[in-house]
């Protein structure tokens, strides 16, 4: 059983999936690039969430073909990467938080356009599980819950809403639930990395956001979601 791992502005370039062979993969609701690699004599399927030339900005992602082409290809579980800022004082720039819940008020997709089908959304406990063990493993801190707070994009927020959002939750993106849902919809099991690149808008007061601040921050955390995800794969039976 392949292990499916969806990254963004964290893993681009990532040498996880090196020498991998890059596909073009159909799905009825469109085309997947995607690279997949055998690292540890596993089977790894890798999208890189904004597509081959990072150029796949958050309110366009494909999200209903990228999760379809996991199925397609057979993956099981699937570990997201996602970049967030913190809505906390307490969990600065450069932690990794695994969260175990989200907010999500925004209409995000679904597979069910013409059914009534409501699934009940989660994150997979046993994956977070494997990817906290991992990151204690290696000594890597690591932070073992946290809910996500996902907006929109491609905008920053306000900061009148991270005002509103900080009391409810612990990190806001822009990924997140939408692929968690919908591979909860297909019976995927689905569980995530969130690198904190930023304090999320007036977290900090007076401190600017910058968007090229927040992209050079989440490389600096690459390394580690690198070794964190090798030694799952490792530990994948
Ligand atoms: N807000 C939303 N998405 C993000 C942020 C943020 O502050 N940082 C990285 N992704």
Do not use: W
Not at 28 to 33: A, E, H
Not at 76 to 94: A, D, N
Not at 113 to 131: A, S, W, Y
Not at 181 to 207: F, K, M, P
């Amino acid at each position: 059983m392949a292990l499916g791992v969806i990254g963004g502005t964290s893993l681009v370039g990532t040498k996880l999936v090196e020498a991998a062979k890059e596909r073009e993969v159909d799905t009825p609701y469109g085309t997947v690039y995607l690279l997949v690699a055998t690292v540890h004599s596993q089977e790894i399927v890798y999208i890189p969430r904004h597509g081959k030339d990072s150029t796949i900005p958050p309110h366009r992602m494909n999200y209903k073909a990228n999760i379809r082409a996991f199925k397609e290809l057979g993956v099981e579980e699937i570990i997201g990467v996602t970049s967030v800022g913190s809505l906390k004082r307490t969990i600065p720039p450069q932690s990794l938080v695994v969260p175990h819940d989200y907010i999500s008020l925004c209409s995000i997709p679904t597979f069910y356009e013409n059914e009534i089908v409501h699934v009940t959304p989660g994150l997979d406990e046993v994956l977070r599980k494997r990817v906290i063990g991992a990151a204690r493993d290696l000594g890597i801190a690591i932070i073992d819950r946290g809910v996500y707070f996902q907006t929109v994009g491609p905008r920053l927020e306000t900061r009148a809403e991270i005002n509103l959002m900080k009391d409810y939750a612990d990190v806001v993106g822009m990924n997140m639930a939408s692929e968690a849902t919908l591979a909860t919809e297909l019976e995927l099991r689905y569980a995530n990395i969130s690198t904190v690149d930023n304090y999320a808008h007036g977290i900090i007061a007076d401190e600017a956001l910058d968007y090229k601040d927040i992209i050079e921050a989440a490389s600096k955390s690459r390394e580690n979601v690198e070794r964190v995800l090798a030694k799952v794969i490792e530990e994948t039976l």
